[in-house]
């Protein structure tokens, strides 16, 4: 799933998420603030002040307020283009303003971060650019071209040169770095979101997937029972209507029928997988489960099942959960994407923990990306020689960030390496290493007998829909 297509999913882009009526209010709170200010200069600091031109820099933002109150409707989120416009009028309409009152000189001038920084957390890349470009030309231009403020007396206030200076460096400091910084906060938690979203989606699939197959592999179970009794009167029927072939060929189709119903429900889903007894599964039934979608695609899967040190000979079962299917079949996947020839699954556990070995004779992960598995949305450029071993693909991460958030929430913890390959003697490249993926369970999270969900024996319970 590339990114595009995960967007068009998601049926909404960020610049879309914005309400008009939020920027609306928030706009309110600016007049607010700004006639606050402007009473206050007047009233208390008795400062001389352009009064008509901040009254109408003012009302050009009450003005639009009210234009877009009674023209949209409350409901209306803005486009990016929209929001854009929004926050450069909002952004000349406070320079206007702070060049009727001392320009950087006014202290009032860190306020133009405002519309750079809702522009870097609602917008994209380009609209920042021009956001932040116009906030710093405003800076630029207010530290010469302003209008004075003046007190009652006539005495102009001002700042040092020095002061004015380091003023509109911080300003412009401030602009580039919180505009950057902002931008990179709201893109990493836009991909997280992304992601978290797309693994709930897997994961929802994978749990419909398992509640289908097990009703269908429920309603064999249950009329497994009445189909054989009808196939065996029927086959009785026809031995006795050997002498009446019109009712012996009735008797014939009842038995071809009901083999008919036992083939399409052995068909639609796996005998006995919802069984209640079959809710848990031996751990190498599960690895094989998840494994079998990539079975024929070319390269050869080895599995490898045993007891550690303190583990026990018997094999243990554990909870068939999705999320656990899921996981391990996105990595096995990624195995066999590339691998050259061979993947290798090792199932070992012992008293206290279950663990699953992927390991695969690949070029292994770039040694500069390990630290970043599992982030969604990581693109790793390939160089053109690897192209062909999986064409056609660009990866993200997101496979990988699905499989870890999925095994994560059933209890396991997830390792990346590359490691030398076990069957190096027997291969063409034998310097070759591959990538290694462990993931562990303690095995009170994953044992079916000694989790708090173990499964209970006894009679399967009434399937309700």
């Avoid at 072939?245 to 038995?255: F, G, K, N």
Wanted: proline content about 5%.
């Amino acid at each position: 799933m590339n990114k595009s297509n995960f967007g068009l999913l998601l049926g909404q882009e960020r610049s879309n998420w914005i309400r008009l009526r939020t920027l609306i209010v928030l706009r309110w709170v600016a007049i607010g603030g700004q006639l606050t200010a402007i009473t206050v200069a007047l009233w208390i600091y008795h400062l001389q002040l352009e009064i008509g031109l901040c009254l109408l820099a003012i009302g050009s933002s009450v003005a639009g307020n009210l234009v877009a109150m009674f023209k949209f409707p409350e409901s209306k989120r803005l486009s990016e283009f929209e929001n854009f416009l929004m926050v450069m009028f909002d952004l000349l309409q406070l320079g206007f303003l702070l060049f009727l009152t001392g320009g950087l000189h006014n202290p009032f001038t860190l306020l133009l971060l405002g519309p750079v920084i809702i522009s870097a957390n609602v917008m994209g890349l380009r609209s920042t650019l021009v956001l932040g470009g116009v906030a710093i030309i405003l800076v630029t231009l207010l530290g010469e071209f302003h209008l004075p403020l003046r007190t009652e007396q006539g005495f102009i206030l001002r700042i040092p040169d020095v002061f004015l200076f380091g003023n509109w460096t911080a300003m412009v400091i401030a602009i580039v770095f919180m505009g950057v910084y902002s931008l990179r906060i709201s893109s990493e938690i836009q991909s997280m979101s992304d992601a978290v979203a797309a693994t709930n989606m897997a994961l929802s699939r994978e749990q419909k997937l398992t509640d289908l197959g097990g009703v269908v592999a429920a309603a064999a179970h249950e009329l497994g029972t009445p189909l054989a009794t009808i196939k065996l009167a029927s086959a009785e029927l026809m031995e006795e209507l050997d002498d009446r072939p019109e009712l012996r060929e009735d008797a014939e189709l009842i038995r071809q029928q009901a083999d008919r119903c036992r083939d399409i429900l052995r068909n639609m889903g796996r005998a006995g997988k919802d069984d209640l007894h079959l809710r848990q599964a031996p751990i190498s039934s599960v690895i094989q489960e998840a494994a079998e979608p990539h079975m024929h695609r070319g390269k050869m899967l080895h599995f490898d099942e045993g007891p550690g040190e303190t583990g026990s000979l018997q094999q243990p079962s554990i909870l068939r959960k999705p999320e656990v299917i899921h996981g391990l079949r996105n990595l096995i996947q990624n195995a066999v994407d590339f691998a050259y020839a061979n993947v290798w699954i090792e199932a070992i556990w012992t008293k206290d923990s279950i663990s699953i070995r992927i390991l695969d004779d690949g070029r292994g992960f770039p040694p500069h990306f390990i630290g970043r598995i599992g982030d969604p949305f990581v693109r790793q450029r390939r160089p053109e020689s690897d192209r062909p071993d999986r064409p056609g693909y660009e990866g993200m991460g997101l496979g990988l960030f699905i499989a870890k958030t999925l095994l994560e929430r059933s209890g396991a913890e997830l390792n990346f390496a590359n490691g030398s390959d076990p069957h190096q003697e027997n291969r063409t490249r034998p310097n070759q290493r591959g990538a290694v993926v462990e993931v562990v369970w303690p095995r009170s999270k994953i044992d079916a007998q000694m989790n708090p969900d173990a499964v209970p024996l006894g009679d399967n319970q009434p399937i309700t829909i």
